[in-house]
């Protein structure tokens, strides 16, 4: 499902057929990860490059945006990693049953928090390709 979204923002960006291309045939190959977003940035620095220095407010605004959410996401990894040390710091040295429900609970607020960041960076992303105009 994600594929598809991107690949849909990919071709309704305003990047050259050559660079929407290249990202839609990594995307098919190798799925969205870490490396795509590489791609993505290396090509939306391109295409924003060759279409002007107008352009270069899209860089400043995604930088932004991405500064923002690591932030935001942040201070919201360190407030777990404390409440987590709090709650093992109660608990028994030796009480494996209790220290496995903490380190499970621990699990799952950390994958929340994983998917809570990749949606809001989609989101981030999906709204600056939208707001390029098409023609330069």
Do not use: H
């Amino acid at each position: 499902m994600l594929e598809k979204q991107i690949l849909e923002l990919i071709e309704g960006s305003f990047l050259p057929a050559t660079e929407k291309e290249e990202l839609a045939t990594y995307v098919r190959a190798n799925g969205v990860d870490a490396k795509f977003y590489a791609k993505f940035d290396e090509c939306l620095t391109r295409g924003v490059e060759a279409r002007g220095a107008g352009f270069g407010e899209k860089l400043q605004e995604l930088e932004r945006a991405t500064n923002q959410l690591e932030k935001k996401y942040g201070a919201e990894s360190e407030k777990l990693a404390a409440e987590i040390e709090a709650d093992l710091s109660k608990i028994v040295f030796d009480d494996f049953k209790e220290k496995k429900a903490v380190w499970d609970k621990r699990d799952r607020a950390v994958q929340k928090l994983r998917d809570n960041y990749e949606k809001d960076t989609r989101e981030v992303i999906a709204t600056i390709i939208r707001s390029v105009p098409r023609s330069a």
